[in-house]
């Protein structure tokens, strides 16, 4: 390898980055294989609408455009008090909303975390553990306030698709978000945790079955009535929307009116596993390799902060590989798959110290790499915003896609987006904006996005309500 001195005597520079030819050659490269043009935005765009169309017309298609059987939206009169647990990343959440008539309602949560041996060993386990946290949550609850009225009706968001054949009803499709657990097939996921509340003598009912992006859409659309997409980009990412009845064509049977509106799941995140649209790189074709789900979930693998650091890891260390960063030296934990959290490329977003001290904290401190110099995190930074960037262009396709399919462009209408990639990483929301405008130009503007923090047990919870009322 060429020596510090030859790298300082050759040195160019790309925009901020400042480097040897060779290592500004392979920025440059990567930033080929990164950046999605305006172009190919749109024709993700108009991919992701034809795949939406085939969902609604067939099951067992890509995108798979999951009927909720949520029965439109809520007046805003409804009272009382239900239960929501909400399991779809590492963490789980307990909660009771207390709809109070009036437009408005309370909430407390409590969160619990959800180990790696649960999240892939024998279902059956993961659902006793789920029983467990809501005993748990119930027991808190009475002794800090016995005032509070004693909610017996859940709601369960179970964040991942699922064959849903009723309100209160359906199977797994498939894992997503690293989790693998036996046990699943054809088995009702309602009645599992329903079973696991009966052994652990838990008196509440199961009565909705919810993903999280419909909980999302349905509380968001309690606050705002224009909603039309509930959104989450989060540890996944997947948006649900307004659809109505009659061009869900593959629901057969059911009794409704013309004109009614179901909650939809879109399941967007299989956008595209026959990798025909989406500009797929070899970084992230090793991850795919790595997952625990290879050859699906393409899109969701290039947006959502479960695969993002790991796509960033894959990338610096291809240019390790290359004696083109740290000296060619990478660490145990470098090397170590996932090593790279997301939430690292948050930080490093973040750092605006002359010296890239918080990179280099991450780099040295937290990944252990021996030694970097300020061209190598100015490098490594410069992977990040590239991976981010394209995640963000990416998620605005989708919502573009959802709000040309409901027409709703013109009008206006609020998005309603939960999920921690959208709370915390920096720019993301700029980003997407950024791309909207590519995308629908001045109509962006009309696209109003909304942090709907909490949404999914909210929503779900709300839910719970819809479906006693029903009953
Ligand atoms: C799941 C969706 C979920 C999304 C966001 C995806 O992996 O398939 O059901 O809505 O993650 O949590």
Same mark, same amino acid.
């Given at each position: 390898m060429a020596s510090w001195i030859t790298h300082r005597v050759q040195a160019t520079t790309i925009g901020n980055v400042e480097g040897t030819r060779e290592q500004m050659a392979a920025v440059n490269e990567l930033e080929r294989d990164f950046t999605i043009s305006a172009e190919k935005l749109r024709e993700v765009a108009e991919a992701i609408k034809v795949e939406m169309m085939k969902g609604l017309e067939k099951d067992n298609q890509t995108v798979p455009m999951v009927p909720s059987f949520v029965p439109g939206r809520l007046t805003g009169k409804e009272t009382g008090s239900f239960l929501a647990l909400d399991l779809g990343g590492?963490?789980?959440?307990?909660?009771?909303?207390?709809?109070?008539?009036d437009g408005k309602f309370t909430l407390r949560q409590e969160k619990f975390t959800v180990s790696e041996p649960l999240r892939t060993g024998p279902a059956q386990k993961l659902f006793d553990y789920l029983a467990e946290c809501v005993d748990t949550y119930l027991t808190n609850y009475s002794s800090e306030d016995p005032q509070m009225p004693h909610a017996t009706k859940l709601g369960f968001t179970f964040s991942f698709a699922v064959n849903q054949t009723a309100i209160n009803r359906g199977t797994l499709l498939y894992w997503t978000k690293g989790f693998n657990c036996s046990g699943m097939d054809g088995k009702d996921i309602v009645g599992m945790l329903q079973d696991a509340l009966l052994r652990k003598n838990v008196s509440v009912e199961v009565v909705a079955l919810v993903n999280d992006t419909v909980?999302?859409?349905?509380?968001?659309?309690?606050?705002?009535?224009?909603?039309?997409?509930?959104?989450?980009?989060? /540890?996944?990412?997947?948006? &649900?929307?307004?659809?109505?009845?009659?061009?869900?064509?593959? #629901?057969?049977?059911?009794?409704?009116? %013309?004109?009614?509106?179901?909650?939809?799941?879109?399941?967007?995140?299989?956008?595209?596993?026959e990798r025909h649209v989406l500009p797929v790189t070899p970084y992230d074709n090793k991850l795919d390799r790595k997952s625990v789900n290879p050859r699906s979930q393409t899109y969701e693998k290039m947006i959502s902060g479960m695969y993002l650091g790991e796509i960033v890891r894959n990338a610096v260390l291809h240019?390790?590989?290359?004696?083109?960063?740290?000296?060619?030296?990478?660490?145990?934990?470098?090397?170590?798959?996932?090593?790279?959290?997301?939430?690292?490329?948050? /930080?490093?977003?973040?750092? &605006?110290?002359?010296?890239?001290?918080?990179?280099?904290?991450? #780099?040295?401190?937290?990944?252990?790499? %021996?030694?970097?110099?300020?061209?190598?995190?100015?490098?490594?930074?410069k992977i990040v915003e590239l991976v981010g960037t394209r995640a963000a262009r990416l998620a605005a396709a989708g919502l573009v896609a959802v709000v040309e399919h409901c027409d709703a462009l013109e009008e206006g209408c609020s998005v309603g987006i939960d999920g921690s990639l959208f709370q915390h990483y920096p720019s993301f929301r700029e980003r997407i904006v950024a791309a909207l405008h590519e995308l629908v130009g001045d109509n962006a503007d009309r696209i109003k996005l909304i942090e709907a923090a909490d949404g999914s047990g909210i929503g779900a919870a709300m839910i719970a309500c819809l479906a006693s009322v029903k009953k």
């Open positions: 590492t963490n789980l959440r307990v909660c009771q909303v207390n709809l109070l008539g909980g999302t859409l349905i509380a968001q659309s309690y606050r705002e009535p224009d909603t039309v997409l509930g959104v989450i980009l989060g /540890t996944g990412t997947n948006g &649900a929307y307004y659809e109505k009845v009659s061009n869900i064509k593959k #629901l057969s049977g059911g009794n409704y009116s %013309p004109g009614e509106l179901m909650a939809v799941n879109t399941e967007w995140g299989a956008f595209d596993m240019l390790v590989d290359c004696n083109l960063l740290f000296e060619a030296h990478s660490s145990v934990d470098l090397n170590r798959l996932w090593s790279f959290d997301s939430s690292y490329m948050s /930080t490093i977003e973040a750092d &605006a110290t002359p010296d890239l001290a918080h990179t280099q904290h991450v #780099l040295e401190s937290i990944l252990n790499v %021996p030694k970097t110099t300020l061209t190598d995190r100015r490098i490594v930074k």
